[in-house]
């Protein structure tokens, strides 16, 4: 099996000259990319990491916005064998010391504005070079790579080279990264594209996601790379510019949250949709009533597919064939899942095993046994059931897990900050069922007697600690929280109680 980059370049189409990427975002004036730019964008890059000394399986990592050239920082770590660590750029201080520290990256790329922040946070933890990197083909990044040739070879790498850590919360609050193969990505890019038909050269993929974590970086752009598919390239989704979009565009994966909004334009129809090949969504659950609107509107039904950030993806509902709604479909070719421990109705703990499934969390051995299975299967934390069609249907996370607009969110990081702020005795940190969000992180909080607060205050200094997409959405008050007989607090209770908060 050929390293990463090598497979992906070898899927370009034989005109270098042709467009690989438009960027979108400005109706009147698209920013194109050909593909020969992708290929020596990242060369000049590669050339310029392996200029600094930096050796195989050494760390870069990158906290920018979306941009086409932060992709080719990407396929820049793939030739030269240096292992990329995304972080999304909403990540405040507190969070980005501690990916700094435990990733431990001779190089560190993040934004002009926060550069003062990033090279003090970086440069005290042993981070050698800080670069910038903006949305505008800007950044002194880009200003030292354009003294360096357009032409690199990549390096010779087994499949088990490393080439990404992604970090994944853990339900202690402390993020642990999942360290993925050139052979993890490559397997997995190639079983997507055959299983969900890419059309070579053919389909354009309307690209809306971050490329800072798998479904963006990995299943999006590396279908596309493979099949020498052009891109129709948004840095940040817009619903009304996408529905455009769908004009000129074959496929479109997207997050539940990105379907709520489309069916929120008025123009999302038929004829919208009518030179669409495949809709996919995934990183969270689908709702029903989206499923079912979706298809009534457009004639489409949205493929749903599962994965994570350790293994990539899992399973898929059929390219032809019954998709069957709130299921994540049969495993993949290659992929085997199975269910631990099944209860009376076959629910129980999803395990799974494969060529894309990673080989353990970075720097922490300790946890290949208690992760792993004694004959190799990864305990993904989830909970589901095989059907007689061995279609997986998800039922919940065994550890808490809240999925908000496709990003992991665990309650024990949320609680922690919580619990700093003044007044606040205890909290309980549970996901809702949300029409746009999937589940919305909400807060119930026991305050100390006489200290009074409001809800919008508290989520703002929530916000000044936390990412965005982490911060509660609503902060209830209550005078206590319901605990078993071993005082453990019963989330299931508070879930059931407070389900129609955001109906």
């Not at 269910?339 to 290949?368: A, C, M, T």
């Not at 046994?369 to 004959?375: L, N, Q």
């Not at 609680?415 to 909400?442: K, R």
Request: proline letters at 5%; glycine letters at 10%; hydrophobic letters at 45%.
């Amino acid at each position: 099996m050929p390293a990463l980059y090598t497979a992906l370049r070898a899927g370009f189409p034989a005109d270098l000259d042709r467009i690989a990427i438009s960027v979108c975002d400005d109706a009147d004036a698209p920013l194109h990319y050909r593909w020969r730019d992708l290929d020596e964008g990242s060369a000049m890059l590669a050339s310029l990491f392996a200029d600094l000394g930096l050796k195989p399986g050494e760390r870069v990592m990158l906290q920018v916005e979306k941009s086409v050239e932060a992709l080719m920082v990407w396929l820049a770590c793939l030739r030269g064998g240096w292992v990329l660590v995304p972080l999304n750029a909403a990540y405040q201080a507190a969070e980005l010391a501690h990916f700094i520290q435990d990733a431990e990256p001779r190089v560190f790329i993040g934004q002009a504005e926060r550069f003062g922040r990033d090279s003090q946070l970086a440069f005290t933890r042993g981070v050698e070079w800080v670069f910038t990197l903006g949305v505008r083909q800007d950044g002194s990044l880009l200003e030292r790579a354009a003294q360096f040739p357009r032409a690199h070879t990549p390096v010779a790498l087994a499949h088990d080279a490393p080439a990404a850590i992604l970090y994944t919360s853990g339900t202690t609050g402390v993020s642990k990264g999942a360290l993925l193969s050139h052979g993890n990505l490559l397997s997995n890019a190639r079983t997507l594209v055959d299983t969900w038909g890419w059309q070579r050269e053919r389909d354009v993929l309307l690209h809306a996601l971050p490329i800072f974590h798998v479904h963006g970086l990995f299943v999006a752009s590396h279908c596309a790379l493979l099949g020498g598919s052009r891109m129709l390239w948004l840095n940040r989704f817009d619903p009304r510019r996408a529905l455009e979009l769908l004009a000129d565009a074959t496929v479109f994966m997207g997050v539940p949250t990105l379907y709520t909004r489309l069916l929120a334009q008025a123009g999302l129809g038929r004829a919208a949709c009518a030179g669409m090949r495949l809709f996919i969504s995934g990183s969270a659950p689908l709702q029903a009533e989206t499923f079912d609107a979706f298809s009534e509107r457009t004639g489409h039904t949205i493929l749903e597919r599962y994965g994570m950030s350790e293994t990539g993806m899992l399973t898929s509902n059929p390219l032809m064939g019954r998709r069957i709604r709130a299921s994540v479909g049969p495993a993949l070719p290659g992929v085997q899942v199975r269910i631990s421990e099944p209860d009376e109705s076959g629910v129980g703990g999803v395990e799974v095993k494969g060529p894309n499934v990673f080989g353990g969390y970075w720097k922490r051995p300790e946890l290949n046994d208690s992760e792993f299975t004694p004959d190799g299967y990864f305990r993904t934390g989830d909970m589901g059931r095989l059907d007689a069609n061995g279609y997986l249907h998800l039922v919940g996370r065994a550890k808490d897990l809240i999925i908000s607009g496709g990003f992991n969110v665990y309650p024990a990081e949320v609680e922690a900050q919580l619990n700093d702020l003044p007044g606040v005795l205890e909290s309980a940190v549970i996901g809702l069922p949300h029409a746009d969000f999937g589940e919305a992180v909400t807060a119930l909080l026991v305050m100390q007697p006489g200290h009074a607060t409001q809800e919008g205050e508290l989520i703002q200094q929530m916000r000044a600690r936390l990412a965005a997409f982490k911060c509660p959405k609503r902060i209830l008050f209550v005078p206590d929280l319901p605990r078993n007989a071993m005082g453990k607090v019963q989330k299931k209770q508070l879930r059931e109680q407070h389900a129609a908060l955001y109906a």
